[in-house]
């Protein structure tokens, strides 16, 4: 429905992952990533976790800069609060997993965005994590996703951007399905 | 192909492993007719001339369907003669079965793509009390225990089973993956009709974006009966049946369920009204609206809020899990090196990379419709062409 005749620009490279989509249909080694992370105890429930170098395409890579994310629980957990919680960091994650994808499959079908917000929330009920009650988990007990999305495309359109955006998201499949998890201590 | 090759006067053989509509024979239940009406199944100078164009053929009319044809053009059909090993051999290839050898110059692949049930990893982990089921062995409810089924994969044959079983008493639990939802009846007329008349299943492998995804597509959620019912997921939450989400693994006699359920039923129902959309707007624009109902859209799938994502399988009184997870071909016999990386054959169209090497019968082959029994016309009297220049060159 792109009506205008400015080109459409949400700033996505589509081309460069077409190519690439193409290029390690061929040669699918290239396409084997390992995403990392290493994280200090900084004092009390307080961490910092930084993230700089990958591997990807054959060979190590890495972040033009060296990010960083400290992860404390809030005072009402008697702590210091110096940064947002790790279950919040894992909204943020599926947040912007979701978001590249709009903008990135809005990019492929031609739609013009002019803005859009996700709100997320997630229930928890903390007698998991407290051990109180051994029948409630530790994790959500479910997490909604609020999209508001002004763009030059239909409703139904914008709908199935975000449904798309769900299908090819990482995040969205690391949080819906079980992963093998191995904690090692060297 | 057949029909095709013998009025091209080519020499050929068919081989069967069986009687002719083997599988139709052998590997599907009792109650299933075609998902295609009537009037659908248009072979080369060869259709239906019954009373009853809009009903689905059982699987004894099928059959009888088949030998007719069969029979009217007098294939060269050898039964019982099943194929070990097709190898290149002198420029064209030796073909060993269990008749006796042959060498020819060409061969056509019509095995088809269900040759096989395809079974995820994690029936290996089900619970020794429980018993496992496949399309190709199950017959009818009455071989299934009583107590709870769970039925994973919800396209044709995972769909028309639950009702089938939820129908006899059994409660169902039906885990849902990606599906192809559409109605069987809209604006009064069959889908198929309009798929047929609107182009659908005459757009071709080499005009649609993505052909690897498209030949991925799992078969629509279509039932052929003869009230004509639309067997979608509305249609079995209101029978009774519980949907889950895709199967994501096993563990401890505890299934696990993704949390994708309800945005996968979201994908279904916008890309069935993008079908419908599109009826529509041929309708309007070829003068069809007077003849027909008018335009509708359909309940939004229902999920509800929180579906279960994990069950313990035996405590949930669940007795047999049904396989409803897909069929692949196999081609162990085929000694030709086309097969790409994940195993499937490299073929353009039909046209194989080996010369002289064809194949039919598969999920978006050349058209949309390929797989059906109304695809095979098109597909074999293009491929015959491309078979016959191919013997002319080598002349």
New interface residues.
């Given amino acids: 429905m792109a009506t205008t005749k400015t080109p459409v620009d949400n700033g996505v490279n589509v081309q460069a992952l077409l190519g690439a989509r193409e290029a390690l249909k061929k040669t699918?080694e290239g396409a084997q990533f390992q995403w990392r992370a290493t994280c200090s105890w900084v004092y009390g429930t307080h961490s910092r976790t930084t993230i700089k170098k990958y591997f990807g395409l054959g060979q190590e890579q890495q972040h033009k800069t060296e990010f960083s994310f400290d992860t404390d629980h809030p005072e009402v957990f008697a702590s210091e609060d110096k940064g947002a919680t790790p279950v919040e960091l894992v909204l943020a994650g599926l947040a912007g997993c979701l978001t590249a994808g709009v903008a990135s499959v809005a990019q492929m079908r031609e739609i013009q965005l002019r803005s859009v917000t996700a709100t997320l929330e997630a229930g928890m009920d903390i007698l998991g994590i407290l051990g109180a009650d051994s029948d409630v988990r530790n994790g959500f007990?479910?997490i909604k996703v609020t999209y508001r999305i002004d763009a030059d495309a239909t409703p139904?359109e914008i709908?199935?951007l975000v449904?798309?955006s769900?299908?090819r998201s990482a995040v969205?499949?690391i949080?819906?399905?079980?992963t093998n998890v191995t904690v090692e201590v060297v | 192909m057949s029909r095709c090759l013998t009025d091209r006067s080519i020499d050929h053989v068919v081989l069967e492993r069986g009687e002719v509509g083997n599988s139709w024979k052998t590997e599907r239940w009792d109650s299933l007719r075609l998902l295609t009406p009537n009037w659908q199944s248009r072979l080369p100078g060869f259709g239906y001339d019954g009373s009853d164009p809009d009903g689905y053929r059982t699987m004894p009319e099928t059959i009888a369907f088949i030998d007719r044809y069969a029979e009217e053009i007098s294939a060269p059909v050898r039964t019982h003669t099943r194929v070990s090993s097709v190898a290149p051999r002198d420029g064209g290839y030796a073909i060993a079965t269990s008749e006796g050898d042959w060498q020819c110059r060409t061969v056509v692949i019509a095995t088809g793509a269900c040759n096989m049930p395809s079974v995820p990893e994690v029936t290996e982990t089900v619970p020794s009390s429980i018993a496992t089921l496949t399309p190709f062995c199950y017959r009818n409810p009455g071989q299934v225990a009583e107590g709870g089924v769970l039925v994973v994969g919800a396209s044709a044959t995972g769909t028309q089973i639950a009702e089938e079983i939820q129908r006899s008493g059994r409660p169902v639990m039906l885990s849902v993956g990606e599906h192809v939802r559409v109605p069987r009846v809209y604006r009064g007329r069959d889908i198929k009709w309009w798929m047929d008349k609107a182009g659908v299943l005459d757009e071709r492998y080499d005009q649609i974006d993505d052909i690897e995804r498209a030949r991925k597509v799992p078969s629509l959620q279509l039932a052929g009966s003869p009230e004509r019912r639309t067997v979608d997921l509305n249609a079995l939450t209101r029978i009774g049946v519980q949907l889950v989400g895709r199967i994501a693994g096993i563990q401890n006699g505890k299934a696990q369920f993704s949390g994708s359920l309800r945005n996968l039923c979201t994908l279904a129902d916008l890309k069935m009204n993008r079908l419908l959309d599109r009826i529509d707007q041929w309708s309007a624009e070829n003068g069809f609206d007077g003849e027909v109902d008018p335009p509708h859209r359909f309940e939004a799938t229902v999920v509800e809020a929180s579906p279960p994502l994990g069950i313990d399988l035996v405590r949930h009184g669940i007795r047999t899990i049904l396989w409803a997870t897909g069929f692949r071909p196999d081609l162990s016999w085929l000694h030709v090196p086309v097969f790409d990386r994940k195993g499937r054959i490299r073929h353009d169209g039909g046209v194989v990379e080996a010369p002289g090497v064809y194949l039919m019968g598969m999920p978006f082959l050349r058209r949309r419709k390929s797989s059906l029994i109304d695809g095979a016309a098109d597909d074999a009297r293009d491929l015959s062409a491309h078979l016959a220049s191919f013997l002319d060159h080598r002349r």
């Fill in positions: 699918p007990d479910g139904a709908q199935a449904a798309q769900q299908k969205y499949d949080i819906t399905n079980p």
